[in-house]
Structures are given as structure tokens and as C-alpha cells.
């Protein structure tokens, strides 16, 4: 499809374990940008990139997250020795602009820890 | 610090009524952004419009209008004439100059029902 498209839709994983979230934005697009919803909460700012340039990553909550965008496509954010409260709702959206545009956003993938 | 307020947690209305979706945003910076975005039960938001701090001129596309009021720190939604397929989230954002355009803050978002 021509949307933005993030794999898995769903993922458990057992305290402690690493997880990768993959995003593939729309082609084209110039920014790309990780949110994390908690449970009847709004969407919290993680990480944003131009390109393949990480050019803010301060609502990364812990140093047990990571983004990486590396050829300014698919953008991949890990989780490592995940926890109880790292369960939300990991959204990727993509802008064609570099400023504060339109935000088109995938479905998101839904990370349980138990 | 940049901070949305959506106060209305929950609204339900019979279809065909007028509603009013409530935001009030705090911000220090004179160049800002506000955005609506809706989010149904599929997961994925949608954008719906986008305002800066310069232009308060109100806006109607279709049913949908949005009145933004500076002196007041509001940018609320009206929904006239809903329908069923309005049930969902909506969400309200704010980004601003000195904390990087691209950062933007959500509310915590309403959640509109629609009954028939």
C-alpha cells in the first residue's frame, strides 16, 4: 500500500527481552517520527528524523531505546531488556516536509511485556 | 513548556446533533503550530488540519469547523450535523519554535461516540 506500514502489528514479549519495531513510511517522505501511546493516553514524542539524521531523540525514555534510520527509509526502533512499563502502543508517522507538516502515521505496533 | 489540555475525556451525542470538541493549549513561543488529528478504532490517526500561531482566522471544511481563539489559548472542533462514522478519537497538538517544530505535543484526546 502507499501508506506508512509497521511490523509487527502485535508483540509480546517476557520482561527482559530486546525487540525491534520496524517502520516503512511513505517513499519519499523527508521525516520520520516514533510516538508511544500508553492505554486512553495521547501519543508521546520519542525520536525524530530528517533523512537518515536522528535530529532530536529527547523523549527517549531510557538509554534501553534506540532509533535508527540508516539509508533515510525504513526506520527500526529497539527496545532492550524490555520492562512492564515499556507496554504501549509504538506509532511511526512521516512527513514529506521538514517542518511541522501534515503527519501521515501507520496503525502502530502493540508491545505487551509481561 | 508546551502543554495541550483537552478536558472533555468522553462525549456522546445522538447523530445529527452539533458537538464541540474542547482544546486549550499553554506555549511560551509566539510561532506555533496546532493540529487535530482523529483516531477511529483502527489505531491509525488521521490528520484533519493544521493552524499556526499567525492566522486566526476560523476555518469550515464541510461539516467539520475549527475556531481558534489566541486571547483565550483555545483552538476547539465543532462537528456539525455528526454521523455514526465520526466516532473516534480526537486528538489536539501543539508544536513550537524554541522547542523544535517536529516535536509535537499531544492532548490526551477525546473520545467522541456518535449513537444513531
Known amino acids: 500500500g502507499a501508506g506508512v506500514s509497521q511490523s509487527p502489528r502485535y508483540k509480546v514479549a517476557k520482561r527482559g527481552q530486546d525487540v525491534a519495531l520496524r517502520c516503512d513510511p511513505i517513499?519519499?517522505?523527508?521525516?520520520l517520527f516514533w510516538y508511544q501511546q500508553a492505554l486512553g493516553q495521547g501519543p508521546e514524542f520519542l525520536t525524530y528524523f530528517q533523512n537518515e539524521a536522528q535530529l532530536d531523540k529527547s523523549g527517549l525514555p531510557s538509554d534501553r531505546f534506540f532509533a535508527e534510520r540508516p539509508e533515510g527509509s525504513v526506520s527500526t526502533l529497539k527496545i532492550q531488556r524490555t520492562q512492564q512499563e515499556d507496554s504501549a502502543v509504538y506509532l511511526c508517522a512521516s512527513s514529506l516536509e521538514s517542518g511541522p507538516g501534515e503527519l501521515f502515521f501507520g496503525e502502530g505496533s502493540r508491545l505487551t511485556v509481561l | 513548556a508546551q502543554k495541550v489540555t483537552q478536558a472533555q475525556t468522553e462525549i456522546s451525542v445522538v447523530e445529527k446533533e452539533d458537538v464541540t470538541l474542547d482544546c486549550v493549549y499553554e506555549?511560551?513561543?509566539?510561532?506555533?503550530?496546532l493540529f487535530w488529528y482523529k483516531q477511529p478504532p483502527s489505531g491509525e490517526l488521521v490528520f484533519l488540519i493544521r493552524?499556526?500561531?499567525?492566522?486566526?482566522q476560523n476555518e469550515i471544511s464541510g461539516r467539520y469547523s475549527w475556531n481558534f481563539q489566541k486571547s483565550t489559548s483555545s483552538f476547539n472542533f465543532t462537528i456539525t450535523a455528526s454521523q455514526v462514522v465520526d466516532s473516534a478519537v480526537y486528538f489536539c497538538?501543539?508544536?513550537?519554535?524554541?522547542?523544535?517544530?517536529?516535536?509535537?505535543?499531544f492532548g490526551s484526546g477525546t473520545k467522541l461516540n456518535v449513537k444513531p
Open positions: 497538538a501543539l508544536s513550537g519554535v524554541r522547542y523544535n517544530f517536529n516535536k509535537f505535543y
Open positions: 506555549t511560551r513561543d509566539t510561532t506555533y503550530y
Open positions: 493552524r499556526n500561531s499567525f492566522d486566526e
Open positions: 517513499s519519499g517522505h523527508v521525516s
